[in-house]
Structures are given as structure tokens and as C-alpha cells.
T-cell receptor, first 112, second 115 residues
Framework: AQSVTQLDSQVPVFEEAPVELRCNYSSSVSVYLFWYVQYPNQGLQLLLK??????LVKGINGFEAEFNKSQTSFHLRKPSVHISDTAEYFCAVSVRNNDMRFGAGTRLTVKP | GAVVSQHPSRVICKSGTSVKIECRSLDFQATTMFWYRQFPKQSLMLMAT?????????EQGVEKDKFLINHASLTLSTLTVTSAHPEDSSFYIC???????????FGPGTRLLVL
């Protein structure tokens, strides 16, 4: 079965600094990869997804992620964060877009 | 706008009562829906896969008699928490797959508090 590991439970960063949230996955078959954001007391919002094709995926709010098959990674990046980016971020993996397996989440805190 | 809705968004109930949560796909047919639960400050854990017209598939450790799932139509799946107890208090999130778009959409979640 597929699984996801988010290496950092918390990432504090100053406003306008770059950020990278790390995600590694494990699967014996080809997978789809996703990043979601969750604001307090709200549901999930899709940031971006990788299904196939170009390994660099651009999403909403200025986020992007790169699929690296050899390193089984799908790290999320943003060149300059805002206070409003403070939230919980989840990496997820699925096989053929079926049931998703989520990482433990990374709490991004953007400080002024 | 939202393509998957959940009702209610928040519910408080007494211990021992049953609570039904609805998940609807608003503008597409979903033969498959999923139910997740999320404890505070934790990740989402898949509870079960809901298939239209057939029995749900439960993940290991999830009591099927405790969490009844009914996927009676192509746009509606329901999760009933039977004889709820305080430890069932959680955030329940559903998702539905739009096979045409190859996209899974998540509902906004239902917060259940059992007193």
C-alpha cells in the first residue's frame, strides 16, 4: 500500500522568505500526488496535484511542487510567503485517484 | 463554488444517540465517495470507501456496525454514527470522485461533539 511521510511537523518562517515543505512517498505502483491546505476549522483546499506529464506542477496561491521519482519526493515550495499562508499543509498520495493516504501534516507559521 | 457539500456542518449530541451526516456531490455523479475522520491537530484517516449500490469497504480497525454508510444514489452518501460516545467526537470529512475530471473533491467537513 502507498504511504506518505511529511518530514517536518512544524515550519516557522518569516514573511516574504522562501519556504519548502517536504514530502516523501512510498508505493510499488505509479501514484498521483497532491498537496492540500487546511485553515483552522475548515475543510481541505487543493493546492496542486501531479497526475502525469511535467514534473514541475504549479498550483494556486503561488505554490509549486516538483515530482522526483528517483527520490520519491514531492516537495512543496513558495518563493515568498505571506502571513495568510499560515495553515496546515497535507501531502497525499493515491493510486489512480482512488482513496487517498495523507501525511501527518506540516504546520506552516509565517511570522511578521 | 463548492462541488461537494456536507450536512450538518456542526452537530452536538448526547452520548448514546445516533447522528447522520450527509455528503452530496452537487454537480456530478459520484460512484465512489470516501469518509475520513480527523482528530484535533492530526491528519485525516480514511475510514471507509462508499460505493453506490453496494456495501461500503471499511478500513482496518473501523467498526462497520458503529459507522453505518449508505450510498443510495449517485450524489449522496450518508454516514451514521450509532450510539455515539465522547470518543467519537471528531471532524468528519467526505470526498467524492469525479471520474470524468479525474479529480477528487472534498467536502467542508462536519464537526461532531458528543457530550
Amino acid at each position: 500500500a502507498q504511504s506518505v511521510t511529511q518530514l517536518d511537523s512544524q515550519v516557522p518562517v518569516f514573511e516574504e522568505a522562501p519556504v519548502e515543505l517536504r514530502c516523501n512517498y512510498s508505493s510499488s505502483v505509479s501514484v498521483y500526488l497532491f498537496w492540500y491546505v487546511q485553515y483552522p476549522n475548515q475543510g481541505l483546499q487543493l493546492l496542486l496535484k501531479y497526475l502525469s506529464g511535467s514534473t514541475l506542477v504549479k498550483g494556486i496561491n503561488g505554490f509549486e511542487a516538483e515530482f522526483n521519482k528517483s527520490q520519491t519526493s514531492f516537495h512543496l515550495r513558495k518563493p515568498s510567503v505571506h502571513i495568510s499562508d499560515t495553515a496546515e499543509y497535507f501531502c497525499a498520495v493515491s493510486v489512480r485517484n482512488n482513496d487517498m493516504r495523507f501525511g501527518a501534516g506540516t504546520r506552516l507559521t509565517v511570522k511578521p | 463554488g463548492a462541488v461537494v457539500s456536507q450536512h450538518p456542518s456542526r452537530v452536538i449530541c448526547k452520548s448514546g444517540t445516533s447522528v447522520k451526516i450527509e455528503c452530496r456531490s452537487l454537480d456530478f455523479q459520484a460512484t465512489t465517495m470516501f469518509w475520513y475522520r480527523q482528530f484535533p491537530k492530526q491528519s485525516l484517516m480514511l475510514m471507509a470507501t462508499s460505493n453506490e449500490g453496494s456495501k461500503a469497504t471499511y478500513e482496518q480497525g473501523v467498526e462497520k456496525d458503529k459507522f453505518l454508510i449508505n450510498h443510495a444514489s449517485l450524489t449522496l452518501s450518508t454516514l451514521t454514527v450509532t450510539s455515539a460516545h465522547p470518543e467519537d467526537s471528531s471532524f468528519y470529512i467526505c470526498s467524492a470522485i469525479n471520474r470524468i475530471q479525474e479529480t477528487q473533491y472534498f467536502g467542508p467537513g462536519t464537526r461532531l461533539l458528543v457530550l
